[in-house]
Each structure stands twice: as structure tokens, then as C-alpha cells.
């Protein structure tokens, strides 16, 4: 039988799961078996770029938080997983999105994103998402278009303007 101690540890690791959850917005379940030690302190260092981190916890304890937070993950919690925590929902994904196409040992199994379960399609879908500075260029650019299309108009405007004063 385990003593009190390792009880308390266990529970411990739970419990920070758990706040874990509780705080990250995007949350992915990959495996990483394959991968070289350089390889993960690689992916490590980008995902903290993005304020992202991927730890590992044996499956037994992820399975018993994710049960805590009705969360059914079961089917997906076989052989070694590394599990990533993001406050934010593109920009990690992206990241190992793009590791993972560079690395194929790494694989994304599934993820929990804004309280619902989503498959690697949806996954891929996000990956796919122009970045937050991407969009706001897209934007400027389609408001740029506007000003310029009013500036011709009056441009042409003043023109006719000018061509009936002179007459």
C-alpha cells in the first residue's frame, strides 16, 4: 500500500493539473515518443515564446484531473504523452503545428480548447489561422483600399470641378 507521503505527492500533482486546466484556454494531448532530448527543449523554447509550456505527467494522474473536470480523454491517454498548456489559442497551436510537420515523431493526438473536446482536423483548422499581426495587416490593407478609392473619386470630383469652372 503507498504511505501517506506519496499519497500527499500524488495528490499534489493533481491538484496542479487541475489549476492547470482551470487556467490554460488551449490544452493538447501529444506524443512525443521519437523525439530526441534536444528536440523537446527545442519545441520547450518555442512554445515559451508564445507563453506556452508542455510537461509530462504519468497518465494515471492526467486521467484522474481530467475526470475531476469532465473531461473524457480516455481513449486517447495510451503510452507517453506530453501535454501542453497555453493561455492563448493560435499562436501555440501554430507552434506545434509547425514542429510537428518538421518532426514527424511528433504527433498531436487531441485537444481541449475553450471547454470542448476537438479533433486534429479543427486543430489543423486553428493551425491554419493567419497570426494576430497577419490579420490586423489584412485589415489595414482592406481600409487602405477604401481611402484610396475615396481619394480617386474626389481626385476625379475636383477634376470635374476645375473643367466646368473654366468653361
Known amino acids: 500500500m ?19 486546466l ?18 523537446i527543449a527545442e519545441l520547450r523554447h518555442s512554445l515559451r515564446e508564445v507563453n506556452s509550456d508542455v510537461t509530462v505527467y504519468k497518465n494515471t494522474l492526467m486521467n484522474i484531473a481530467l475526470k475531476n473536470k469532465n473531461i473524457a480523454l ?27 510537420k518538421e518532426h514527424p515523431a511528433l504527433e498531436i493526438r487531441v485537444g481541449f480548447i475553450d471547454n470542448e473536446v476537438v479533433d486534429t482536423k479543427v486543430i489543423a483548422e486553428y493551425a491554419t489561422i493567419p497570426s494576430m499581426e497577419g490579420l490586423l495587416t ?19 470630383y475636383a ?9
Do not use: C
Open 74 to 100: 480516455n481513449e486517447y491517454m495510451e503510452g507517453p504523452n506530453a501535454y501542453l498548456f497555453a493561455d492563448s489559442i493560435i499562436e501555440p497551436i501554430k507552434v506545434v503545428s509547425k514542429f510537428a
Open 22 to 39: 482551470d487556467n490554460a484556454k488551449t490544452f493538447l494531448l501529444l506524443n512525443y515518443q521519437g523525439l530526441t532530448v534536444s528536440e
Open 159 to 167: 477634376e470635374k470641378l476645375e473643367e466646368g469652372g473654366n468653361n
Open 138 to 156: 489584412m485589415f489595414a490593407g482592406g481600409l487602405i483600399e477604401h481611402v484610396r478609392n475615396l481619394s480617386i473619386g474626389l481626385n476625379l
Open 2 to 20: 503507498a504511505s501517506k507521503e506519496i499519497l500527499k505527492q500524488k495528490e499534489a500533482v493533481v491538484a496542479e493539473i487541475s489549476e492547470r
